[in-house]
């Protein structure tokens, strides 16, 4: 699932969702970013034909260096800091579709 992510609005990046849960989620950049930084990520998904997205405050709580073909990547678990209460229905209806999918190898 693809998202983007930013410490300030010019400053945005891409990524891909890995797992998520109701603490917080695992994702896949290319991007080195220390553990401790706070993010504001947006996650796309869709809901029938309609494209949707979330978007909390999270915090880089873990780090792994890891390979997807040949791309050096980095595998980072987030914790969710604060998700509005719009985003938290979100949050749910995308637990309840969505399965893990592991990317690094």
Same mark, same amino acid.
Request: aromatic share 10%.
């Given at each position: 699932?693809?998202?983007? *992510? ?8 891409? %990524? ?5 849960? %109701? ?12 553990? %401790? ?6 996650? #796309? ?5 309609? #494209?949707?997205? #979330? ?18 990547? *980095?595998? *980072? ?29």
């Amino acid at each position: 699932m693809p998202l983007e *992510y930013w410490e300030t609005y010019d400053s945005r990046q891409g %990524g891909v969702l890995e797992d998520i849960n %109701g603490k917080g989620l695992l994702i896949q950049s290319t991007v080195n970013m220390p553990v %401790g930084e706070e993010l504001r990520i947006k996650v #796309f998904f869709s809901v029938g034909i309609k #494209f949707v997205g #979330f978007q909390p405050l999270v915090k880089i709580v873990g780090k792994d260096l890891c390979r997807v073909g040949s791309l050096e990547a *980095y595998e *980072y678990k987030l914790r969710f800091i604060s998700v509005s209460k719009e985003d938290r229905l979100k949050l749910r209806h995308l637990l309840s579709i969505r399965g893990p999918k592991q990317i690094c190898s």
